[in-house]
């Protein structure tokens, strides 16, 4: 599976940026879809992850009620929605792939990765 990720940008604090993850493969539905960050001097952390139907979603505690992820199986596309954005949220976003069984919240349960994109939250 090859992921690329696009929508980051500058914005201000308060606003929104909707990301998407391009996959290629034709067993793209078959994967849990997670979303990380990095910001400069930190680990990658955990933001959201989708199961393979979209059924069940996990946030992070400091993106709850802001964030939103889903995914589109037909397009082999998974998003996501940011609102209200803070400084704090800027860092490099990343999409990954992993299988259903995997630990969703853990970037150990991925296997494959996107490029990452930037998002940068201005005060």
């Known amino acids: 599976v090859q992921l690329q990720a696009s929508g980051g940008g500058l914005v201000q604090a308060g606003g929104s940026l909707r990301l998407s993850c391009a996959a290629s493969g034709r067993t793209f539905s078959s994967y849990v879809m997670g979303w990380f960050r990095q910001a400069p001097g930190k680990e990658r952390e955990f933001v959201a992850a989708i199961s393979w139907s979209g059924g069940s979603t996990y946030y992070a505690d400091s993106v709850k009620g802001r964030f939103t992820i889903s995914r589109d199986n037909a397009k082999n596309t998974v998003y996501l929605q940011m609102n209200s954005l803070k400084p704090e949220d800027t860092a490099v976003y990343y999409c990954?792939?992993?299988?259903?069984?995997?630990?969703?919240?853990?970037?150990?349960?991925?296997?494959?990765w996107g490029q990452g994109t930037q998002v940068t939250v201005s005060s």
């Open positions: 990954a792939a992993g299988p259903p069984e995997g630990r969703t919240v853990v970037a150990g349960g991925y296997d494959y």
